[in-house]
């Protein structure tokens, strides 16, 4: 449906401008007299086929959201993980990992449009895919998973942005007193100047606006991978040999968790799948990032090939970091991969890879929170429409920025959610088990069960044919990965719960 033409008055009463139905009213400043804009004759320059903004995102800019959600803190694990698996499993699985990514994440980009994917009706969210396509109870699943997902990833980043500021503190605090002080310190004050930074990037109204934070934060990430990569290639040279063995960490290994012993190896084997998991977990936040692209070419062709860059450079990636870091430190490989070289020496490269963490984190924060954000607001401004806390915007001129629309709703209800995340972060600090159960918890249903079902549907695929058999056999392999891994990373929470005083974290 085509929008009408409507007259706009020159001054905006009390600089309101409503929003209703999620419709956005744009309009322009004029000084004088009334003006008349009649949209409908530039309709396919200025709008898309839904009647929304021409989207202007591209291959490169959805490739940049993507490198910024995959690179993320999940990258820092992966020594651990493939110390936990051994020169065999290790690399293996991880390339399995980014194979099933890879397949799943094409398929779901088919579902970006209902029916014809290139002239069918347009999904704006994942959940809203879900809906469409398959509809009924699993809607309800779909949105409880990925938002609580969405949740779950704000406070595993928080956690890390936390460890990779105290990182520079202490480095610089141990250089600054020649050794002489261990520079314990609290990891809550971070968390909170965390959580400042991102109540002020959460008013961000949209997620097409933060392409520049994800281009940001996407060469963040290539910055402390870099680092972490040369300073393990260094620590090989510096040992004249590659540490692990081709079965993973030894029975008897005393690490700082104490001695591993037979169970401890397979539940650390266990929370190793999750970890690889979560280092791939994008697929919650794809269809929304699909509809930031423009079009022509249609949006899943333009999807499909930055998906593809997207994974295969994320790979390598993970591959050169998490091999070399496992070289680099064998059976005693870090939790976080930058923390294994010593805050020390030399300690300005490390702060500046552990700086690039923090920025990378701020940005991918934002990335996973937004469609969190779109869902509520959307929400309540079809529950109260008439309300001008929910939908009323006030401009607000911001120096070298321009006017600012400032909703009253989005200021409180973003902040909420930051704070929520903050505190959870304070209570459970324990950055390699929160990103083992979010792996776990997220893989199967969101990276892997819904985006089968609703390309089955989709595509009209027989039960029982061959293709519908390979993909259910896909799909339940998966679950029995994930939930294996989900068992490994409750019991590493249980064993750092035995230990753990709240708001009392040192380290």
Same mark, same amino acid.
């Given at each position: ?65 993507? $490198? ?43 579902? =970006? ?22 509809? #009924? ?42 050794? @002489? ?10 968390? $909170?100047?965390?959580? *400042? ?6 008013? $961000? ?10 281009? &940001? ?47 401890? @190896?397979? +539940? ?11 280092? =791939? ?40 970091? #998490? ?28 702060? *500046? ?30 529950? +109260?429409?008439?309300?001008?806390? &929910? ?57 892997? =069960? ?8 989709? @595509?009209?695929? #027989?039960? +029982? ?14 679950? *029995? ?5 989900? $068992? #490994? ?10 230990? =753990? ?7």
């Amino acid at each position: 449906m085509l929008p009408r033409s409507r007259t706009l008055p020159t001054r905006m009463h009390q600089g309101i401008i409503e929003e209703r139905q999620d419709v956005k009213h744009y309009l322009q400043n004029t000084q004088t007299e009334t003006v008349a804009v009649n949209i409908q004759p530039n309709y396919s320059k200025c709008f898309d086929d839904d009647g929304r903004l021409k989207r202007t995102g591209t291959f490169w800019t959805a490739t940049a959201h993507i $490198i910024t959600a995959v690179i993320g803190s999940g990258v820092l694990s992966l020594a651990w993980a493939v110390a936990q698996l051994g020169w065999v499993a290790g690399p293996v699985v991880m390339f399995l990992f980014a194979l099933v990514n890879l397949y799943t994440s094409t398929l779901l980009t088919q579902c =970006y449009r209902t029916g014809d994917s290139v002239t069918g009706q347009r999904n704006y969210t994942y959940m809203e895919a879900v809906k469409s396509i398959l509809g #009924g109870k699993k809607v309800k699943l779909c949105g409880l998973i990925q938002y609580v997902n969405l949740f779950g990833i704000a406070v595993g980043y928080t956690i890390a942005a936390s460890v990779s500021m105290m990182a520079i503190k202490r480095s610089n605090c141990y250089h600054n007193s020649d050794g @002489k002080d261990p520079c314990h310190m609290s990891s809550n004050g971070y968390m $909170i100047t965390f959580g *400042i930074a991102e109540v002020i990037f959460s008013q $961000i109204p949209d997620f097409d606006q933060v392409w520049w934070l994800s281009i &940001v934060a996407a060469i963040m990430s290539f910055t402390y991978s870099s680092v972490g990569l040369s300073l393990g290639v260094a620590k090989v040279a510096e040992n004249k040999t590659f540490k692990g063995s081709m079965l993973g960490i030894s029975i008897g290994t005393v690490t700082q968790a104490g001695t591993v012993t037979g169970t401890q @190896k397979i +539940w650390r084997s266990l929370q190793a799948l999750g970890a690889m998991a979560f280092a =791939y977990s994008f697929s919650i936040i794809l269809i929304e990032i699909q509809d930031t692209i423009k079009s022509p070419p249609a949006e899943h062709k333009t999807m499909r090939k930055a998906t593809a860059l997207s994974i295969a450079v994320t790979t390598v990636f993970y591959l050169l970091c #998490g091999c070399m870091g496992y070289a680099a430190f064998g059976d005693n490989a870090p939790g976080n991969l930058l923390t294994g070289f010593g805050f020390y020496d030399p300690y300005w490269l490390l702060d *500046i890879a552990n700086l690039a963490i923090v920025v990378h984190l701020i940005g991918a924060y934002q990335v996973f929170s937004q469609p969190l954000f779109a869902f509520v607001e959307k929400w309540s401004a079809r529950k +109260w429409p008439k309300s001008s806390f &929910v939908t009323g915007e006030y401009d607000i001129a911001v120096p070298f920025y321009g006017v600012y629309q400032l909703n009253f709703f989005r200021l409180v209800w973003r902040s909420i959610f930051v704070l929520l995340t903050t505190l959870m972060a304070m209570l459970m600090p324990f950055f390699n088990d929160v990103v083992g159960l979010l792996g776990a918890f997220g893989f199967w249903p969101l990276t892997v =069960y819904f985006p089968i079902d609703m390309y089955i549907s989709q @595509k009209k695929i #027989g039960r +029982w044919t061959s293709r519908w058999i390979g993909l259910q056999l896909l799909s339940v392999s998966c679950l *029995i990965i994930s939930l294996v891994a989900a $068992i #490994g990373s409750i019991a590493g929470v249980v064993l750092d719960l035995k230990t =753990y005083k709240p708001f009392r974290t040192t380290y």
